[in-house]
C-alpha cells in the first residue's frame, strides 16, 4: 500500500482522462483498493456479497486455503514448464480471481439474462458501450468487438502461468469460457466457438 501511494502521488498521466481508451491493469488493481476503502470493507468481502452471492458464484474466491489449493491448477510458461502464481496483495482487483468454468458459465447465464438475480439491471448498463478503441467498443468491463454483423462482448485475462477468455453474443444467447493453465494465447479459440 505504502508503494502505491507513493507512486500515486509523483504520477503523471500521458494524456488527459477521457481523451483515449487504454486499458490499465493498474487502474482495474486501484478501482478495488478505492472501493475497499469507500466501504471500509476487505475487497474479497465486498465481491463475496455484492457479486458471488447475488450471483450464485459459489468456487469464485480471491483467498484459498490449503484444501481448495490442492485442487488449484498448476501454470506455465509458453514452454509448458511450470510456473509460480503471482499473488496481487493491495491491487487484487487487477487478477487475483480464481474460478472455475461452471462458475463462469453461470455468470455468462446472467450477462445473457438466463438465470434469475438481483445484479440485471447493473449487469445490463455494465454493457452499454461508454468509448472506443480502434475497432473496438468499451463498456463497463467489456470489450465489444463487432464479428460477421453480430456484437461479441468479451474479456480476456493473463496472469503468470495462465490464459482466460469469457465471450458472448446477445442476440444469439451464447457464451463461452476458456481457461488455460499455460502463457500461450487462447483468444482465437474463445472467438472461434
Known amino acids: ?55 450464485e458464484l459459489h468456487d469464485t474466491l480471491i483467498d484459498i486455503d490449503k484444501e481448495q489449493k490442492k485442487h488449484f491448477a498448476q501454470g506455465h510458461n509458453t514452454h509448458l514448464h511450470p510456473t509460480s502464481h503471482w499473488d496481487f496483495d493491495i491491487l487484487r482487483s487487477a487478477g487475483a480471481l480464481k474460478s472455475n468454468v461452471k462458475d463462469l458459465a453461470q ?9 434469475e438475480h438481483s445484479l440485471q439491471r447493473v449487469i445490463q448498463k455494465s454493457h452499454r458501450p461508454v468509448s472506443k478503441a480502434y475497432s473496438l467498443k468499451i463498456a463497463y468491463g467489456w470489450h465489444i468487438y463487432g464479428l460477421m454483423g453480430q456484437k461479441i462482448y468479451f474479456h480476456d485475462g493473463q496472469t503468470q502461468g495462465f490464459q482466460s477468455f469469457i465471450g458472448f453474443n446477445p442476440r444469439q444467447k451464447r457464451g463461452v469460457v476458456v481457461l488455460s493453465n499455460s502463457l500461450n494465447p487462447v483468444n482465437d479459440i474463445g472467438f472461434h466457438v
Open 1 to 55: 500500500e505504502k508503494h502505491l501511494l507513493t507512486f500515486l502521488k509523483s504520477y503523471t498521466p500521458e494524456q488527459k482522462p477521457g481523451k483515449r481508451y487504454q486499458f490499465s491493469v493498474l487502474g482495474m488493481g486501484l478501482l478495488g483498493y478505492v472501493l475497499a476503502e469507500c466501504y471500509e470493507k476487505p475487497y474479497s468481502h465486498l465481491l463475496e456479497e455484492k457479486i458471488y452471492q447475488p450471483l
Open 107 to 115: 455468470f455468462l447465464r446472467c450477462q445473457l439474462n438466463l438465470a
